[in-house]
């Protein structure tokens, strides 16, 4: 077995104090400082669409209002590109709001600084288990948890009741309601325009591994498995992983069960649920309110997963409030960071506008990571509960604290390969994804 390695571990806090250091050392002659104002607005970033940043163009508003500190928001959709570029600058945004997988692969470039829970005001209204899903490597916090969510499975409820169907309670049963979807006309329309499943099954960015990786999970297999002692191995090649793909694979192949051209697909070029060409979307929360605009919120429902061979597990993520590691407004930072978590944010951050409004936005908190929200009593929307209980019972993470992009990369290339050959070796195909993560690992100074 591969010793832990400290100085790896470590290499993020340092990396972030050289950046700190370099950055500060520039801007004031040498002297560095942790906290100063320098009359400049508070640059925050988040990795958001225009509807999202509607929301939170009011939610930054409110906290100015509140507290007097300016924010220069920006909305960036290539987020880690233009990240990447700020840092070779050694000037990154004061503060970032994106996805919490990333956390490993910024903590390890030193991107971040690292959060003291303890300071933050609030803090103690977020569960200890939350706080700890920001932990890097070396056991530091590096985000201010902000939002959670669980991917759900959106059904289009007239078109189930028309053609007489249950709600999906197993693989066989999702199979059979995208074949109908496809063949049984559900929109009464006499055309034969429709298809089942909406899937953003693109390798870029690792569309098709977030969208697939529930299947693996309910069938009883994984991508990597800690040792405990932080190191990993990678475990995609199994019998249970295969029969996952072969499902997916059925999908793909099966006429019209899949939305024609998906493997291309990202999910902002996937409008086909709003759209009524589509009648089932694995997704996240966040399009509820869009998909009540536009078919008609008494057509749309959340389903529980349906169960795969081993389980109903489904794919969480959510979103983490990032302090970049050369910004010297500490105790902006951390009042913005007080501020968003707090009762009041946080229920404004999941408020949008009716569904019979002209003015499209998106929530962009999902899930409170505050105990004293409830979304379902906030939104009045029994549906939300539905996400909240898929979350509490049934909800994965990838691995955070690591550098995962390359692995869940190594994943969607692998997917979407696979896919697009209805002749595929599947065993082949996760022997070469298995390999491709090993090396990663072994890469990353983390292979067991």
Do not use: H
Not at 9 to 26: E, F, H, P, Q
């Amino acid at each position: 077995m591969k010793k832990f390695s400290l100085a790896g571990r470590t290499l993020a806090v340092v990396s972030a104090l050289a950046l700190v250091g370099s950055v500060s050392a520039c801007s004031t002659g040498g002297a560095s400082s942790s906290s100063s104002d320098d009359g400049e607005p508070l640059e925050v970033w988040t990795r958001s669409s225009a509807d999202a940043a509607k929301t939170y163009d009011k939610v930054f508003a409110d906290f100015t209002e509140k507290t007097g500190i300016e924010i220069n928001y920006q909305a960036v959709e290539e987020f880690d590109t233009q990240l990447a570029a700020r840092a070779s600058e050694k000037d990154l945004p004061d503060v970032m709001i994106n996805d919490a997988a990333s956390l490993g692969n910024y903590a390890s470039q030193g991107f971040l600084l690292p959060v003291d829970q303890s300071s933050i005001e609030g803090e103690a209204d977020i569960s200890q288990t939350t706080w700890d899903q920001n932990k890097g490597l070396d056991g530091t916090i590096y985000g201010v948890p902000f939002s959670r969510q669980t991917n759900v499975l959106m059904v289009r409820k007239d078109w189930r009741e028309k053609l007489g169907l249950a709600q999906p309670k197993t693989w066989d049963d999702l199979t059979a309601m995208a074949t109908a979807f496809a063949t049984q006309d559900p929109d009464g329309d006499g055309q034969a325009d429709t298809y089942g499943m909406v899937v953003p099954g693109t390798a870029k960015s690792a569309y098709i591994a977030r969208w697939g990786v529930p299947y693996i999970w309910q069938a009883g297999g994984d991508i990597i498995e800690s040792d405990g002692e932080g190191t990993y191995e990678s475990v995609i090649d199994s019998p249970e992983t295969a029969e996952a793909m072969t499902f997916i694979r059925t999908q793909f192949c099966t006429p019209g069960n899949v939305v024609p051209g998906s493997l291309n697909l990202t999910t902002g070029d996937s409008p086909f649920f709003a759209e009524g060409t589509a009648g089932i979307y694995l997704t996240g929360p966040y399009n509820i309110p869009n998909f009540d605009r536009a078919v008609g919120k008494e057509n749309v429902e959340v389903v529980p997963m349906p169960a795969g061979p081993a389980s109903t597990t489904t794919f969480a993520e959510g979103e983490n409030i990032y302090f970049g590691a050369s910004s010297t407004k500490a105790e902006q930072q951390k009042a913005l960071a007080e501020y968003l978590i707090s009762p009041e944010a946080q229920e404004l951050a999941m408020d949008v506008q009716p569904a019979d409004s002209t003015t499209v936005s998106q929530p962009v908190v999902r899930l409170s990571v505050n105990k004293n929200v409830d979304v379902a009593d906030v939104l009045g929307d029994e549906r939300w509960q539905v996400v909240a209980d898929s979350y509490d019972d049934d909800a994965k993470t990838f691995t955070w604290s690591i550098n995962y992009n390359p692995i869940r990369q190594a994943l969607a290339d692998g997917m979407n390969a696979m896919m697009a050959d209805c002749n595929s070796d599947i065993p082949a195909g996760l022997a070469s994804i298995d390999s491709t993560i090993t090396t990663e690992l072994k890469n990353q100074d983390l292979l067991k």
